[in-house]
C-alpha cells in the first residue's frame, strides 16, 4: 500500500495536472466507472488539421488512483496523432502510473484511458479485457 | 433498551469465528481479517459448508421426478428446507416460498409475472429513493414496458423514508410499493407494519425487500402485513445461488409463471401447456438442491444463536461503532442516529478521501469493508457523495473490530495527511 | 469406427466410482448403486465437492465490487471459472459466457431478451418435435405474447430429426430454430453442423440446446456454427444452481438485458439507467460464485480424461446396452439404431409394464433409472407412449451396470407376469 | 417391493374393477399426474337428489399403484354423499391401498383421489399437501 499511494500519486491527487474544461474543444467524452460510479470527462483541442492534440483536460471526481491516472496520462497527450491515441496500450497506461495496481483498483487506473478512447472512436469503445491488461498483454 | 439489558443479551462474536474457516487464512497484511463486509456477502459457518458437501456426496439425485432411493431422499430434504425458510420467516405455508438464485431474481420475479400481468398504461408504481437497485431497476423496466409511471418517495436528511411523502404519494392510489426493509447503503430500518398498513389502506400491495433484514434481525411475514419478500442465501450465511421468493398463496396462484421449461408445467403439448401448482410454477429447470441444504443448515445456525439475540449483538456493536465514529474529526456517518432505526451497517465518509482509496488503506491494515456505491446510486445523488465506505457487522464481529476500524481510519487520514 | 478401436479408448468405468462418494453410500437394497440416470443429474467426484467447499472455506466473498483481498481473490476465481467454459466449448472469448442457473434459464434469457426484441406478430419460430420443456415451453410463451407462430420440426419413426421436413419449414424463413444437440428422451445426436448450415441459409438463427451433449462429448461452438448455445452445470458433474449461455459476442451486445438489478448496470438515475457491459449485463445480483468454482473443477475433471475418451466409452457402453435389450423379449428401445446418431441414453418399454412400476422394481434392485416423459411429452405424444424408463450411462458406468440393468428388466418381467 | 407390488395390487391392475366412462353421467373430470404425465378420468352418476352416488367409473392408463388405486377407490363410492366425499382423507385413501406408498409413488396412489375431488369440486381441487398425507396427517 505504500507502495500503491507513493507521494507522487498523493501530489496528483491532490493538485492534478490539466484540470478542467477547455472551450472550445474539438473532442468530448464523458463516462464513468461501472464499479463505483465515478464520473471523468475529458476535452481535446486538435490542430488545424484535425490530427494532433494540442491541448487537453480531464475533469470530474474520484479516487487518488483515477485523478493520478488521468493526471499522468493527460501530460502526455499533447503532440499525440489520433491514430497514436487509438493505438495506445492499456497496459502502458497502467504502467506509466508507476505503482502496482491490481485487479480490484485497475478501472480506477483504467478509466482516463476508457474516457480517452471515447473521445477518440466514440461510444463503441470497450473497457480493455483486465485479465490482458494485468497479464502485461496487449489491446483488446 | 439500556446498554445495560443491552450488554446481557450480547454473546461474544469472536468465539463463533472459530466456526468460519475463513478467519484461519492467513491475511496478506499479516494481521487477522476483520471482516466488515457481511452486507455484500457473508462468510459461511463449517456447518453449511459442511452441509452442501454431504448434500452432493451422498444425497444428491435430481429433485421431483426420481423414482429411486437417491431421488427421494434428496426430493426430502428439497423440501425440508423449503419448509426451513417458511418457518424462518412466519410464512403459512411452505407452497408460498420460490426458491430463486438471489434477492435480485425474486423482485425480478413479481416485476415480470405480477406486473405485467397487473400493471398496465397510466397505471403508479412507487419505489423509494432509498433501494437498492435490485428494487428499483426492475420498477423501472417495468414501467418502461407498459407504460405505467414509476415514482420514488423521498428520503429525509438523515437517511428515513419520508412518511409525509409517502402518504402524499399513496394518495395517488399505486399499484405497488416496492420498499426495502433495512437499506444497505444507509443501514436504516424501515418501519414496516406502518408502511404496509398505509400502502394497504391505499389499496397498493407491497414487495418487501429484505435481503438486508432476514439475516439480522427476526422477520415475520404476517406481522409485517407485506405481500411479497425477498431474500437472498448468501448475505444469511448460506449458499450463493439460491435466494427465496415469499408471496401470498392468491397472489402466487393468480400469476403467470416466469420462466418456462421442465419442471414447471402440469401438461406440454405442442398446442400449449399448463401450469403447475405453486410453488413448482415458478420454478422451471433443475434448482439449486445442494445450495438448498446449504441454506437449511444456515438457518439452523442462525436460529441456534436465535435472531433476538443476533439483533441485541449487533445493536450494541452498532451503538459502540456509532459513538466510536463521532469521535473522529472529519468522519461522518450517514443514516438514522438511533439503533432502533439503524441496522448494523455503517455507511460514512472521510473528507478528503475517496472511498475507493479508503478500502485499499483498510485492506493493508486487514480491515475488508466496501467501497462505492452500494448499488444504490440514486442514495449517493440524494446526498451528493460520489460514493460511501461501508462497514457491516454481523455475528462473527466484536468490539475489536470496532476498534480496528477505528485505527484503520485514523490510519487513513495520517496517510492523506487529512487528520 | 470398429469396435475394436473403441474398446481401445474405453477405459473403466468402476475404477472412476472411487471418486464418488455417492457410490459409498449403502443402497436399501443392500446392493451396490447402479446408477442409471445421469441424464436427470450426474453425481459429483470429490475434487468438486472440494472445490466448492475451498471456494466456500477460504475464498469466498462478493465479486466484482470489493476492495479487498478475499474479494479479488473470490473474482479472479469466478472470472477463471469463466474462462473454463469457454475454453471447454470453445467460445472465442470468455466475454461471450453468461452465468446461469441452468439451461433452462439460458434459453429463456434468449427467448426473453433476444426474442421480445426480434420477434414480432407474424413471424416464424421453429422448434421441434424432440425438445425438452425447456427449448419448447420458452417458444411457445414467446410466440403467444408477440403473436408469432411457432412450428415444430417432424421427428422419423426411428427419432431422428427429419431433414426433409426442416428444409422445408426452413424454405418459410423463420426468425429462430431451437433446436437440442442430443434428446433427453430418445438419445439421438443431431446433426447439428448441417442443421445450423440449413439454418443459417434461410436467415435463421440457431439456438442449441446443448445440456445433453456438453457433459458427453466434445462440443465446439465454432465448428457447430450454433449462434447461442445453453448448458447446465449439474449434468457435467458440477454443482446445482450454475449454468451458462453462450452467445455471439455481436448478439449479446445488441440484446437489453433480461433480469435487472445490481452487478449489471453503468449508471442508474431515478430517470434511468444504463447497462453494464457483455456479459455483466446479463448477470444481475449475486451470482452462483462458489458454485461457479466447482464448475471449474467438473471441467477439469472431464478434461483429465477427455471428451473423446468420454465419448468413445459411452459410445461401447450403449453399444453393448442396445444389443442386450435387442436380445429380450417384450422390450423395445426408442430412438435410432446406430451408435452414431445415439448417445448413452436408453428410453425404452417393456411390455405390459408401466414405467413407473419399471422404476420402482428397478430401485428394489439397485438400479437408479428415470420413469416418466422425461420433461419431452410431445415426444412421448409422438410415438403414443404415456412414458417410458430411461437409463443414461456416463463415465463412472461400466458393463456391470449395462448387466444390471438387463437383470433388472428380467426381474420386472417376472414379477408382473410378462416373461 | 415385494411388499408394494403384493398379489392383490397386480390383480386390480390385469383386471380393474370400475374401468370405463359412464353414459349419462352427472359428474365428470380429468386429470394428470403432473410427475409422469399419466391421464385418468372419471365419470359418476348421483341420485335422483343429486346427493349419493349411484355408479362410478375410472378412466386412462397408467401404473400398476394408480390404476389399482382408482379400482380400489372406486369401490368404496356408491352410496356416499358427496359431503362424504369433499370429506374423504387422502390420507386414508393411501391406506385403503394396503401396501407401503413411500414419497415417489404417493402421487401415482393419489391421483384417483384428485381426479374425484375434482369430480367434485371444479378445477380448484388442489394436490394434497404431501408431507401432511405422508406424516399421517388430515387432509390439507
Ligand atoms: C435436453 C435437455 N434440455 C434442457 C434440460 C434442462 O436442464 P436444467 O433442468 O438443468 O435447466 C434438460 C434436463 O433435463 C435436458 O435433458
Ligand atoms: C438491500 C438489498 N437488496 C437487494 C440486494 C441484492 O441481493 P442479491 O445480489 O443477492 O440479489 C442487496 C445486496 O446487495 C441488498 O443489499
Same mark, same amino acid.
Not at chain 2, 128 to 133: C, L, P, S, Y
Given at each position: 500500500?505504500?507502495?500503491l499511494y507513493?507521494d ?9 495536472? %490539466?484540470?478542467?474544461v477547455?472551450?472550445p474543444h ?6 464513468? %466507472?461501472?464499479?463505483?460510479?465515478d ?15 494540442v491541448?487537453?483536460a480531464?475533469?470530474?471526481r474520484?479516487c487518488a488512483?483515477?485523478?493520478a491516472s488521468?493526471s499522468?496520462l493527460t501530460?502526455e497527450l499533447r503532440?499525440?496523432s489520433l491514430d ?5 496500450d492499456?497496459g502502458?497506461?497502467v ?5 502496482p ?5 485497475l ?9 480517452l478512447q471515447g473521445?477518440?472512436?466514440?461510444a463503441?469503445?470497450r473497457?480493455?479485457?483486465?485479465a *490482458?491488461?494485468l497479464a ?5 | 433498551?439500556a446498554?445495560?439489558?443491552?450488554? $446481557?443479551d450480547?454473546?461474544d462474536?469472536?468465539a463463533l469465528?472459530a ?6 487464512r ?9 471482516f ?11 456447518s453449511?459448508?459442511?452441509a452442501?458437501a454431504?448434500?452432493?456426496?451422498h444425497h444428491?439425485?435430481n ?9 427421494e ?9 423449503? $419448509?426451513?425458510v417458511?418457518r424462518f420467516i412466519?410464512a ?9 438464485? %438471489?434477492a435480485t431474481?425474486a423482485?425480478?420475479?413479481v416485476?415480470?409475472s405480477w406486473?405485467?400481468t397487473n400493471?398496465?398504461a ?5 419505489s ?6 435490485a %428494487?428499483?431497476?426492475?420498477w423501472?423496466?417495468?414501467?418502461t ?5 414509476l415514482?420514488y418517495?423521498?428520503?429525509?436528511d438523515?437517511? $428515513?423514508?419520508d412518511?409525509?411523502? /409517502?402518504?402524499?404519494?399513496?394518495a ?10 433495512v437499506?444497505?447503503? /444507509?443501514?436504516?430500518?424501515n ?5 404496509s ?13 429484505a435481503a438486508q433484514?432476514?439475516?439480522h434481525m ?5 406481522r ?7 431474500l ?11 435466494g427465496?421468493?415469499w ?9 403467470p409463471p416466469f420462466?418456462?421449461?421442465?419442471s414447471?408445467?402440469s401438461?406440454?403439448?405442442l398446442?400449449g401447456?399448463?401450469?403447475?401448482e405453486v410453488?413448482?410454477?415458478?420454478e ?5 438442491i445442494?445450495?438448498?441444504?446449504? /441454506? ?9 444463536i436465535?435472531m ?11 451503538e459502540?461503532a $456509532?459513538?466510536? /465514529?463521532?469521535?473522529?474529526?472529519g ?13 448494523a451497517?455503517?455507511?460514512f465518509v ?10 485499499t ?9 466496501r ?9 449517493m445523488?440524494?446526498y451528493d457523495?460520489?460514493?460511501t465506505?461501508?462497514?457491516s457487522?454481523?455475528?462473527y464481529n466484536?468490539l *475489536? *473490530? ?18
Open positions: 500500500m505504500d507502495n507513493r507522487f500519486i498523493l501530489e496528483h491527487y491532490r493538485e492534478p495536472h %490539466n484540470k478542467g477547455l472551450e474539438d473532442l468530448h467524452f464523458a463516462d464513468s %466507472n461501472p464499479t463505483c460510479g464520473e471523468m470527462s475529458m476535452t481535446l483541442q486538435l490542430d488545424d488539421a484535425k490530427q494532433r492534440v491541448d487537453v480531464f475533469d470530474g474520484g488512483i483515477s485523478q488521468a499522468i501530460d503532440g499525440m497514436e491515441l487509438r493505438a495506445m492499456p502502458d497506461v504502467e506509466n502510473l508507476g505503482v495496481i491490481g485487479p480490484a483498483r478501472k480506477c487506473a483504467l478509466l482516463s484511458y476508457k474516457v473521445a477518440v472512436i466514440g463503441e469503445a473497457w480493455p479485457d483486465e *490482458d491488461v502485461g498483454g496487449s489491446a483488446p | 433498551m446498554v445495560e439489558q443491552l450488554r $446481557r450480547v454473546f462474536g469472536s469465528r466456526d468460519f474457516p475463513v478467519f484461519d492467513p491475511h496478506r497484511s499479516g494481521l487477522p481479517l476483520a466488515l463486509d457481511s452486507a455484500a456477502s457473508a462468510p459461511k459457518p463449517r453449511v459448508i459442511e452442501v454431504d448434500a452432493y456426496g444428491y439425485a429433485v421431483h421426478r426420481g423414482i429411486y432411493e437417491l431421488s431422499d434428496a426430493t426430502a430434504r428439497f423440501e425440508g428446507a423449503r $419448509r426451513a417458511a412466519g403459512p405455508s411452505d407452497r408460498e416460498i420460490v426458491f430463486v438464485r %438471489n431474481e423482485i425480478n420475479l416485476a415480470f406486473g405485467r400493471v398496465g397510466g397505471d403508479l408504481i412507487l423509494t429513493q432509498m433501494e437498492h437497485h %428494487n428499483l431497476v426492475p423501472q423496466q417495468l414501467a414496458e407498459t407504460g405505467a409511471r415514482e418517495v423521498a428520503i429525509t438523515d437517511g $428515513r423514508l412518511l409525509d411523502d /409517502l402518504r402524499a404519494r399513496l395517488q392510489r399505486p399499484k405497488l410499493l416496492a420498499v426495502g426493509h437499506s444497505n447503503a /444507509l443501514g436504516t430500518i418501519p414496516i407494519e406502518e408502511v398498513r398505509l400502502a394497504h389502506d391505499a389499496g397498493a400491495l407491497v414487495v418487501l425487500d433484514s432476514v439475516p427476526p422477520v415475520d411475514v404476517t409485517l402485513g407485506v405481500d411479497f419478500l425477498a437472498s442465501g448468501h448475505k444469511m450465511l448460506g449458499p450463493s445461488g439460491i427465496a421468493l408471496g401470498r398463496r392468491e397472489l402466487l396462484e393468480a400469476m420462466m418456462t421449461g421442465g414447471m408445467i401438461k406440454v403439448t398446442e401447456t399448463t401450469w403447475a410453488p413448482l410454477k415458478f422451471a429447470g433443475t434448482p439449486a445442494a445450495e438448498a441444504a446449504g /441454506l437449511h443448515a444456515a438457518i439452523d445456525y442462525l436460529e441456534g436465535g433476538d439475540a443476533v439483533r441485541a449483538h449487533e445493536r450494541f456493536l452498532f459502540q $456509532r459513538d466510536a /465514529l463521532a469521535a473522529l474529526p468522519v461522518r456517518l450517514l443514516g438514522p442516529e438511533s439503533a432502533d432505526e439503524h441496522a451497517v455503517l455507511s472521510i473528507d478528503g478521501v475517496h472511498p475507493h482509496d479508503v478500502a488503506v483498510f485492506d493493508h491494515h486487514g480491515v475488508a469493508v467501497a462505492g456505491h452500494h448499488c444504490a446510486q440514486p442514495v445523488a440524494r457523495l460520489p460514493a465506505t461501508r462497514a457487522l454481523y455475528v466484536d *475489536d *473490530d470496532v476498534e480496528r476500524l477505528v485505527s484503520a481510519i485514523r490510519a487513513t487520514q495520517t496517510l492523506f495527511g487529512t487528520a
